[in-house]
Nanobody, 125 residues
């Protein structure tokens, strides 16, 4: 059974930074494409960004230029560095090993079966 554990969330002021971590029980986040998602109250879960098996990263427009995804294979951990945080970034953040699909200039992400419990990020003054 794959287990994922997100951590690093908290309360931060607008303009601040947080680094979230997603650690897996095995090597699943080290050997697969991994996405970060977030879900705010009353909203659907939305894709924040992904890191492919090869280390390529892709971001949603709302995250581009502010967020950065990285991976430490030795620790079976994927990170989400979030800078210049805004109140609209408030959400529960989840990681998800899945499949990145690229077709020419477009791409999509197929979610996998495993989710962690998420970590709450609150951006407020």
């Amino acid at each position: 059974q794959v287990q994922l554990a997100e951590s690093g969330g908290g309360l931060v002021q607008p303009g601040g930074s947080l680094r979230l971590s997603c650690e897996s029980s095995g090597s699943v986040v080290s050997t697969n494409d991994v996405a970060w998602y977030r879900q705010a109250p009353g909203n659907q879960r939305e894709l924040v960004g992904i890191i492919t098996r090869g280390g390529e990263t892709k971001y949603a427009p709302s995250a581009e230029g502010r967020f950065q995804i990285s991976r430490d294979k030795a620790k079976n951990t994927v990170y989400l560095q979030m800078n210049s945080l805004k109140p609209r970034d408030t959400a529960v953040y989840y990681c998800n090993p899945g499949t990145y699909v690229s077709s020419g200039t477009t791409w999509t992400y197929r979610t996998g079966a495993y989710w962690g419990q998420g970590t709450q990020v609150t951006v407020s003054s």
